[in-house]
């Protein structure tokens, strides 16, 4: 990336509070292009919150959050530039996965071909027909994850993507994105499975109490606690004394 090619995420000291409740106090960090960047924190740490605000769904009290450049609402054709999964119990569950697929198609003005295509991708096409009411959970991740490629973006942003996927599921997740990644995009991921992360990212944001406790590459994480990254998360967050369970 040269000085005059905007990142495709850039956020800067945002805030955000709820009900006199300061959730987000000062969030910054940015992903660059061909990078994958863990976004890393216990629950309630305020990763979704600035997810939302990144993707301009939450408005931010102040600082900014911009998406190649521009704040999200702003993108010109933003389907075909920034695939995101946010919730897969948001599905409709009377409709079929191929169903769900094609509406998200026709809403973004792309080919139906797309469908059957992201179907392939994500393992479902032999599913595809079934209602989603009658999915697992990770059956309906996998549909979520779909309905992000169709566009066929340059940035994922995935909040907990690996949710109820099985083994087979969170391999195929994890070689997928790093193969996006190595072909030139980018993802943000947010996720409790730290083991996971550190097999796949190339950077890490630890957030907690609102803030950004460290923002650097995995290998510096790893290097400056001896190749374990629990215990560097456990060091920043104190979640070893507070909430051990939250970084499972």
Known sequence: MDNHTPAPITVRH???SFHGVQRVEDITFTVGPGRIVGLLGPNGAGKTTSIRMLLGLTAADSGEALVFGKPFRRLADPVRRVGAVLDAGGLHPGRTGREHLRIAAAQGYLPTSRVEEVLET??????AGRRIRDYSLGMRQRVAVATALLGGPQLLVLDEPANGLDPTGIHWLKQYLRSFADDGGSV??????LSDVA???DDVVIVAGGRVRSATSLDEALASSQGDLEDYYLSLTGADERAPH???
């Open 14 to 16: 945002l805030r955000k």
């Open 122 to 127: 994500v393992g479902m096409t032999a599913d």
């Open 188 to 193: 943000l991921l947010s996720s409790h499975m």
């Open 199 to 201: 097999q796949i990212a």
């Open 246 to 248: 939250a970084a499972r």
